[in-house]
Structure formats: structure tokens, C-alpha cells
């Protein structure tokens, strides 16, 4: 929190307050979960704040990755892609089909 001196300097100086630009958020943990954060953050010379948004952010990330599983396996199935080796394959196959397209056009 800025003093009060502190914050009719700003007043003076910059003509507004300062404004906030995060937004409070209490959340609530097992008393095991709230002492690994904790001993976490320390670990990682981090705030707890910033545990939590890093968490957010991990969770989004997988959220997203699952929907794009979600929407691509039943197509990748479909067409016979059941794991990594078939999507080497697959993209071997289309690189080479694209190569034997373009030696059949003749040069303009």
C-alpha cells in the first residue's frame, strides 16, 4: 500500500492515483496443499500470487490441448493415424505425394 505522503506526491506529481491493475482473489486449500505452496514459492523465490497464475495458465494450456485432442482423434482415426508413427508416416507420404504432383506440372 502506498503512505499517505506517498500518495499526494503521486496526486501532486501525476495528477491521479495509482490505479490497481490485479483484482484480489482468496481461495481456500487443505492446510498439506497451502504448506507445499508455500514451501514451493520459497523454493522458487516466488510469490504465492504467482504460483496461482502459473497454475491458471498450465490449466488453460491443457484445457485447450484436450479440446484440439477431442476435435482431431476421431479424424486421425478415420484415416488410419493411431499414434506418432503414423503421423510420420502419413506426413512422409503427403511430403512425397506433393513432390510427385509438382514434377508432373510442367514448368510455365
Same mark, same amino acid.
Given at each position: 500500500?502506498? &503512505?499517505?505522503?506517498?500518495?499526494?506526491?503521486?496526486?501532486?506529481?501525476? &495528477?491521479?492515483?495509482?490505479?490497481?491493475?490485479?483484482?484480489?482473489?482468496?481461495?481456500?486449500?487443505?492446510?498439506?496443499?497451502? *504448506?507445499?505452496?508455500?514451501?514451493?514459492?520459497?523454493?522458487?523465490?516466488?510469490?504465492?500470487?504467482?504460483?496461482?497464475?502459473?497454475?491458471?495458465?498450465?490449466?488453460?494450456?491443457?484445457?485447450?490441448?484436450? *479440446?484440439?485432442?477431442?476435435?482431431?482423434?476421431?479424424?486421425?482415426?478415420?484415416? &488410419?493415424?493411431?499414434?506418432?508413427?503414423?503421423?510420420?508416416?502419413?506426413?512422409? *507420404?503427403?511430403?512425397?505425394?506433393?513432390?510427385?504432383?509438382?514434377?508432373?506440372?510442367?514448368?510455365?
Amino acid at each position: 500500500m502506498h &503512505g499517505k505522503d506517498e500518495l499526494s506526491d503521486m496526486i501532486k506529481y501525476y &495528477g491521479v492515483l495509482p490505479m490497481r491493475t490485479t483484482k484480489v482473489l482468496s481461495i481456500t486449500l487443505p492446510e498439506p496443499m497451502l *504448506e507445499e505452496m508455500q514451501a514451493l514459492a520459497k523454493k522458487e523465490n516466488r510469490t504465492m500470487s504467482e504460483l496461482v497464475r502459473q497454475a491458471l495458465r498450465q490449466y488453460q494450456d491443457d484445457r485447450y490441448w484436450k *479440446e484440439i485432442q477431442a476435435y482431431a482423434r476421431p479424424r486421425a482415426e478415420a484415416i &488410419g493415424v493411431h499414434n506418432e508413427d503414423d503421423v510420420v508416416r502419413a506426413v512422409k *507420404e503427403f511430403r512425397r505425394e506433393q513432390r510427385a504432383r509438382r514434377k508432373r506440372k510442367p514448368a510455365a
